[in-house]
């Protein structure tokens, strides 16, 4: 269980970023903006503006010369974990997609367990499948599985394990032909909030996760280096909390580390169900306003936000479904032979109590992020 509970979090770390722009638009208007005025708390208002808005933009992505390629084929995903949220809305994207290409779909679940993925990955293989899309786990773990792919002529598209962007020398000797992730800001967005909601009058403790190696610390330098430009003054507190101990630990870490330092106001984590965890500790401070600012946009963060007393005060979430009909088009651009793309522009979008009250939490998750038609967008793609 702890693995697979680690295995749903990894590729929300990872992919925890898309804007509700395009990745690079808004991160160019933030720095431009920066550069721009002597005031950082006009700045982190403006770029929050940004962030919290819905998604009306198309990617600007080439069309697939052959959006015939995909019909006949199969799909094997290899989730990381089919008992959570994330890999359900991605395996969710992935059918629908599929199923607009004339695909099926096989599903296996490596459970966050690495050996278990290469197993999956050689069984793919063995099964002559078309094509493999691996969900959540990191592709240097399972290199050789990957090769034996390879060898045999089936591309592997890494889903939700790393930054978009041109595939790696290394991964593509491997055989990685292609990532489908979200654009890596989440903790930019996170500061952009923390800095504009307190108007960088107040302390703040970030929780970053060693389980999570890189990824963590990537986020976690991410809201450090953008606070700090926006608020110079303010005080940021890092602390480590190892997945193993969240459900134990957590609390009364983050409990004792308030009743030192009374001028803390926001709590900051590296995920939505770390928040879940410590919340009871939170609630119980008398006379202390503490909000808690995550990311993954679970349902529970969702309707703490719509609970006007409870801490939950923001919370980035990737529209996942989104990111599974990303997998298919990089899928299909495999198969037909073309070039993958380097971003598939999959958004993120910032929430709070400013755009609560527009999402329907009845919805499934990938209509939570704006009026943008991506299963239209991608359907018209692939017909040239």
Same mark, same amino acid.
């Given at each position: ?20 722009? $395009? ?64 890999? &359900? ?14 695909a099926?779909?096989t599903?296996?679940? =490596?459970?966050?367990?690495?050996p @278990? ?19 959540? $786990?990191?592709?240097k ?8 792919? #390879? ?14 962007? #041109? ?5 593509? /000797? ?6 489908? =992730?979200? $654009? +890596?800001?989440?903790?930019?967005? &996170? ?41 110079? /003054?303010? #005080? ?7 997945l ?32 879940l ?30 609970? @006007? ?38 958004? +993120? ?10 999402i /329907?939490?009845?919805? #499934? ?5 704006? =009026? ?10 692939? &017909?040239?």
């Open positions: 269980m702890m693995r697979q509970k680690r295995a749903a979090i990894l590729p929300i770390v990872i992919s925890v970023a898309l804007l509700g722009m $395009t990745g690079c638009q808004r991160a160019s208007e933030t720095t431009n903006a920066a550069a721009g005025t002597s005031n950082p708390e006009s700045v982190a208002t403006k770029a929050l503006a940004l962030d919290i808005a819905p998604v009306t933009a198309s990617p600007k992505i080439p069309s697939v010369k052959n959006g015939t390629s995909l019909r006949g084929k199969n799909i094997r995903f290899i989730a990381s974990g089919l008992s959570f949220p994330f890999s &359900q809305d991605v395996l969710a994207g992935v059918k629908e997609g599929a199923a607009a290409a004339g099926t779909v599903v296996s679940d =490596s459970e966050g367990d690495p @278990k993925a290469a197993s999956l990955v050689d069984q793919a293989v063995a099964q002559s499948v078309d094509v493999i899309l691996l969900q959540g $786990t990191p592709p773990s399972v290199a050789s599985s990957i090769t034996g792919a #390879k060898s045999h002529g089936i591309p592997v598209i890494s889903v939700g394990s790393d930054a978009p962007g #041109k595939v790696s020398k290394e991964l593509a /000797d491997i055989g990685v032909f292609a990532y489908a =992730s979200a $654009t +890596n800001d989440v903790g930019t967005r &996170q500061a952009n909030f923390v800095a504009a909601d307190s108007s960088c009058h107040a302390g703040v403790l970030y929780l970053g996760s060693s389980s999570f190696g890189t990824s963590s610390s990537d986020v976690v330098d991410q809201f450090t280096k953008q606070f700090a430009q926006l608020c110079p /003054d303010a #005080k940021v507190a890092v602390q480590d909390a190892p193993e101990a969240w459900s134990s630990l957590l609390q009364p870490q983050v409990n004792a580390f308030l009743q030192r330092n009374p001028e803390t106001r926001y709590v900051v984590s590296l995920v939505d169900d770390m928040n965890a410590i919340k009871p500790s939170i609630t119980g401070l008398a006379g202390r306003n503490i909000r808690l600012v995550g990311s993954n946009a679970i349902v529970g963060a969702l309707s703490g936000l719509q609970d @006007k007393a409870d801490p939950e005060a923001a919370t980035v979430g990737t529209n996942l479904y989104q990111m599974g009909w990303a997998a298919v088009d990089q899928a299909m651009r495999a198969i037909a032979g073309e070039d993958a793309v380097a971003d598939e522009q999959v958004p +993120n979008r910032t929430f709070t109590r400013a755009n609560i009250d527009t /329907d939490l009845a919805k #499934k998750s990938g209509d939570w992020y704006g =009026s943008f038609d991506f299963r239209t967008f991608y359907t018209r793609l692939w &017909q040239g």
